[in-house]
């Protein structure tokens, strides 16, 4: 109950066009939906997040999509740069008393010119 | 924000021995958190340290392999004891944002057992 499913496993985009990544709960008690971007040798860093009391959240090129109903989430990256090859992972969080972050399984992007 | 530094940034160790890594914080935290990442895979936690108390370890995670130190609200060391091949991975450790829900996270320290 603690899982959060993630797909695809990698993705390769053209540059300009649009990244999609696609995250499952299934333990409701989450409250807070993270997303961290990681490049090679470096950690995680959070890149945009959402409750579930709205259904959208965009911070310039990202976009996360919240379905409470259906506990699914998802990421939309607009015209995809090359710079923005990483590693993606979707995380849920419970923010009441202890804190534990529950990461999914992450997604490759490569952006290609 | 926190920075966040880890030492080692890489090593290469052999079976049977153990390695300390150390996580500094620019700031004061409540919690710590040591995270194992296995190449391609996401990240696993390993035990959440508070500043004067025994870590708190999760399913599969045991004191006698993975000792925590946390002697101050800026400091941590995470060891692994009694190397095996199947240790090698990247040790993380994160910080607790302001508002509890943000981690921040060190570079990493990447450790290959041969």
């Known amino acids: 109950q603690q899982q959060v499913k993630q797909s695809p496993q990698s993705l390769i985009v053209q540059k300009g066009g649009i990244s999609i990544i696609n995250c499952a709960y299934e333990?409701?008690?989450?409250?807070?939906f993270p997303w961290y971007q990681q490049f090679p040798g470096k950690g995680p860093a959070l890149l945009i997040a959402?409750?579930?009391?709205?259904s959208e959240k965009k911070e310039g090129r990202f976009t996360i999509s919240f379905n409470k109903s259906a506990k699914q989430f998802s990421l939309h990256i607009m015209d995809s740069q090359p710079g923005d090859s990483a590693t993606y992972f979707c995380?849920?969080?419970?923010?009441?008393?202890?804190?534990?972050?529950?990461f999914g399984t992450g997604t490759k992007l490569q952006v290609i010119p | 924000s926190a920075v966040i530094s880890q030492k080692p940034s890489r090593d290469i160790c052999q079976r049977g021995t153990s390695l300390t890594i150390q996580c500094q914080v620019d700031s004061q935290v409540t919690m710590m958190f040591w995270y194992r990442q296995q190449p391609g895979q996401s990240l696993t936690l390993i035990a959440t340290?508070?500043?004067?108390?025994?870590?708190?370890?999760e399913s599969g995670f045991v004191i006698d392999k993975f000792p925590i130190s946390r002697p101050n609200l800026t400091f941590s060391t995470l060891t692994v004891s009694n190397m095996s091949p199947e240790d090698s991975s990247i040790y993380l450790c994160?910080?607790?944002?302001?508002?509890?829900?943000?981690?921040?996270f060190g570079p990493g320290t990447r450790l290959t057992v041969l």
């Open positions: 340290a508070n500043q004067g108390s025994e870590a708190t370890y």
């Open positions: 994160s910080v607790e944002g302001w508002d509890r829900n943000e981690q921040f």
């Open positions: 959402i409750r579930p009391d709205v």
């Open positions: 995380a849920a969080e419970n923010s009441g008393g202890y804190q534990k972050v529950t």
């Open positions: 333990n409701t008690a989450f409250d807070y």
